[in-house]
Every structure is written in C-alpha cells, then in structure tokens.
C-alpha cells in the first residue's frame, strides 16, 4: 500500500460499516454483482458477502490483501488461492446464529400437525456448532426430546479428555427416533466426515417415523433429488428449506413441495447482521494493526447500529416470535425468479429476548 488512505470495496448490504471504513479509506458500496475484476484491480480491501467468488478470477492481479465475509461461511473463498497469494481472510462464525435457530423453531411451530405442540417433538440436531448448540439448548428449554450428531465435535471431546459436551447420537439413530431432523453443518467434500450432500437417498430410506426435514445450513448439503424422493414415497412428511442448492436458480418442483420456502434469509436479523458487521471490522483492524505504514485505529459501528442484548439461554413458545413465515413462504413460491431481490431487501427482524 503506497500510503495509509486504503481503497475499499464493500458488498452495498452490509449495514453500518461505510462511516468508519470512510475514517481509514475511500469506500465504494456496491451490489455484488458489481464488484468485478476491474474493480478490484484497485482495491486493497474487500468487505463482501456470499455472493461474491473471492478467487484468481477475480482476484489476479489485484492489491487486495484483505477479504472479510460478514458471513458464517467462507465456501466462496478459495482459501487456498488466498493463502498462497497472503490475502487474509476472516469471516463473522455465529454471528447469526441465534436468527437461524430462531427460524429452526419458527418452522417446526408453523408447520405443526393439529393437536400437537413442540414439546411433542423428538428433534434430531446433525452439527452442535454456533447454530446448532444455541437450537439444542432453546429446544430443550421448550421441552422437545434432542438428539445430537456432531463426529468432528465428539472426535474433539475425545482427543481432549473431557466430558462430552452432549450424549451423541449416530445418524442411523437421528434417522430413526426422530420426528424433525434438521442440519447445521459447514459444506465440506474431503474431510473425515464430508457433508456434501450429507441428506441424500441412502439416508432418506433409512427414515422411520417420516420426519420433517429442515436445511438453513448450505444448500448441498441436501441433495434435492433425494428430499423429493422422500417427499413422493412418504418417507419425509415436510421440508423446510432457506438454502437451497444451485440459489438463486433454486428447483421449482422442491420450491413448490416445500411447507417453509425462504430465499437464504434464515439469518437475516438485526442483531445477526450488526454482530457480522461489527466482527468484520475487527479482524480488519488488528489486520491492519500487523501494518507498520498503518496507525492503528478502532473500527466501531455506526451510531445508528441496534444494541446487542445478551443471547438468552432459554426461549419459551411465545417468545419465539417471527409471525411472518408462511407469508414469506407464500411470497417466494409466488415469484421464485426474485429470489435474490427479496434476499437484498429482507426486513430484518428482531431475534428472540
């Protein structure tokens, strides 16, 4: 970098971070699909969103040596590419996970048979990280019956001779005791325990009591072929999908099965998005700190960014809250071709307090 005025490019939806990025730079907001090669040809930092494929495509050549993702994942970073080429990369891990857990729950409320109620469900949780471990303890708070499967978590516990965070379950036995099974996994192909299409068919025949099943995880990591199947013989009694494989071209035929259909907004709540902003700005800054021509700043939100209350740690039916569900559902499967534009001008709601 010739001089401490940084040139930045930043993903236009993400809120509350132009004021202070404009106090160490000249920022330029725009939509994802502006943020070209060309572009970033000038840039020393990204700020961007899952939309965006941080690669050599777009990257080559560029001064860019720092990317943050107000995002949980980072699988539209080729990380290895970066890492080669000294591009730090940070991402917001659980920034929204109690917005997603609160969805979870919405979903099953929303799509519950007459005559029952949560605390009748047997849920079966495949991935106890920050989403997962945040919709096991509210579930339990609501009295429903958890199953937890978590290999590389219980493989930890292991290792470091501790008690084990949860009794874990195996898949076979979420498949067979549970009445929603719902997954919160990274997508992953070549590690131990791969999650690419996690869901498919040899795991949907082995489904006993034609559960619900529920992805606002990664769209591959069920396979949509196999969740149709399951809903044709019997063997899956509803779907719930916020992310979908192959967004925003998402199946139609899926879309319209579908009892919850949302466009990938699972996370979007206010307090979600001001804490992925607010975590961006911090790796940014003690990436920056590493810099001898920088002087160090602190990067801190807009004055107009929501406060953060604590997490709570139990939740009660009415306490949910998220009444606009089904009326999102009924808005995508009405227009399925603006999916991305629903996407990017979502309301935000409020988490539960």
Excluded at 10 to 33: K, W, Y
Aim: proline fraction near 9%; glycine fraction near 6%; charge should be negative.
């Amino acid at each position: 970098m010739d001089s401490n005025r940084l040139r930045i490019v930043t993903d236009r939806n993400i809120p509350f971070i132009e004021t202070p990025l404009s106090q160490i730079g000249d920022v330029r907001m725009l939509p994802a699909g502006e943020i070209t090669p060309e572009v970033m040809a000038e840039a020393d930092v990204l700020i961007t969103r899952t939309r965006t494929r941080c690669d050599a495509l777009l990257l080559e050549g560029s001064p860019c040596r720092f990317i943050g993702t107000a995002t949980i994942g980072t699988d539209h970073i080729d990380l290895p590419w970066c890492r080669s080429r000294g591009i730090t990369v940070a991402n917001a891990p659980g920034c929204n996970a109690p917005a997603v857990a609160q969805w979870v729950l919405a979903a099953i409320r929303d799509t519950l048979p007459p005559g029952r109620s949560l605390s009748d469900i047997t849920l079966g949780v495949i991935g106890a990280g920050n989403v997962g471990s945040i919709l096991i303890r509210w579930a339990r708070s609501l009295g429903m019956k958890v199953l937890v499967n978590d290999p590389p978590r219980q493989q930890a516990d292991r290792d470091s001779g501790s008690e084990p965070a949860y009794r874990y379950s195996t898949l076979d036995e979420i498949a067979r005791q549970s009445d929603v099974i719902t997954v919160h996994t990274p997508l992953t192909r070549l590690t131990p325990w791969p999650t690419f299409h996690l869901i498919n068919r040899e795991f949907v025949d082995s489904l006993t009591r034609s559960p619900m099943i529920i992805n606002a995880a990664r769209g591959p990591v069920t396979d949509t072929e196999a969740l149709l199947y399951g809903l044709r013989t019997g063997k899956i009694s509803a779907i719930a999908v916020d992310c979908w494989e192959g967004e925003p071209a998402i199946n139609p035929e899926l879309l319209q099965s579908a009892s919850i259909a949302t466009p990938h907004i699972a996370g979007y709540s206010r307090e979600g998005k001001t804490r992925a902003s607010q975590m961006v700005l911090d790796a940014l800054g003690k990436y920056l700190s590493t810099l001898p021509e920088y002087d160090g700043a602190t990067l801190r939100l807009q004055a107009d960014a929501p406060a953060l209350p604590p997490i709570p740690e139990t939740i009660t039916p009415d306490r949910i809250g998220y009444p606009t569900l089904l009326d999102e559902t009924k808005a995508l499967k009405s227009s399925p071709s603006d999916f991305e534009t629903m996407r990017n001008t979502y309301p935000l709601r409020p988490e539960p307090v």
